[in-house]
């Protein structure tokens, strides 16, 4: 069965740094596509970041240079480094996962498996 739990989150001051975790049971998918997400109060979903099977990254303009996504396949677990943060990174986080070849983080709907997110808080 497929499963995704996170685990990291908190309340930090701005500049802080945060490392989520994804324990995910779905890295016996081949062309497994991981990603991260957030969703602030009366905002929509966006996505921050994605990992390919093969370890290519892409991510979000506004995370770029201040997050760092990455997995370890023998713990079945996905990261997020999250340095430098600030108040407007305030959101619950989400680990997802799907099986398409196209793997990208502007694509919510490709998503199959979903995580039930980690709140992270980041005040002034």
């Known amino acids: 069965q497929v499963q995704l739990v996170e685990s990291g989150g908190g309340s930090v001051q701005a500049g802080g740094s945060l490392r989520l975790s994804c324990a995910a049971s779905v890295y016996t998918y081949l062309n497994i596509c991981m990603g991260w997400f957030r969703q602030a109060p009366g905002k929509q979903r966006e996505g921050v970041a994605v990992?390919?099977?093969?370890?290519?990254?892409s991510y979000s303009d506004s995370v770029k240079g201040r997050f760092t996504i990455s997995q370890e396949y023998a713990k079945n677990t996905l990261y997020l480094q999250m340095n430098s943060l600030k108040p407007e990174d305030t959101a619950m986080y989400y680990c997802a996962a799907h099986y398409s070849r196209l793997c990208a983080f502007g694509r919510l709907g490709d998503f199959r498996w979903w995580g039930q997110g980690t709140q992270v808080t980041v005040s002034s």
């Open positions: 990992i390919t099977r093969l370890g290519d990254t």
